[in-house]
């Protein structure tokens, strides 16, 4: 069984990041743009581990920033999840036009 080229794994990644990105800049729903975010973090992720396997095969940095990275992005999700319930309570609506209200 042969080795995937490191080629194949970042045109995945890139593909995964412009397709979050499409998603968070397209979308007015706040948990489809959390979703997008996610969707961006886990391509970097790709990159790390891809990186790692194939520059230094023998080491564990990149898995150890993918760890960091998936312990700040459910972090990053438990917050956003209770920022977009609360704004459902108050405006029965989770698009992000209502969102400007909280500003003031």
């Known amino acids: 069984m ?7 794994i970042l045109f995945v990644s890139t593909a995964l990041f412009f397709i979050g990105m499409y998603g968070l800049f397209t979308r007015r729903n706040l948990i489809t743009m959390l979703m997008a975010i996610e969707l961006m973090l886990n391509s970097v992720n790709i990159n790390f581990v891809a990186f790692n396997k194939y520059l230094y095969p023998d080491k564990l940095d990149g898995i150890f920033f993918t760890i960091f990275i998936i312990t700040i992005a459910a972090a990053e999700a438990a917050v956003a999840i209770a920022i977009i319930i609360n704004l459902y309570r108050s405006h029965n609506s989770i698009d992000v036009e209502d969102a400007t209200e909280l500003k003031y």
């Open 2 to 8: 042969s080795e995937v080229p490191v080629s194949h």
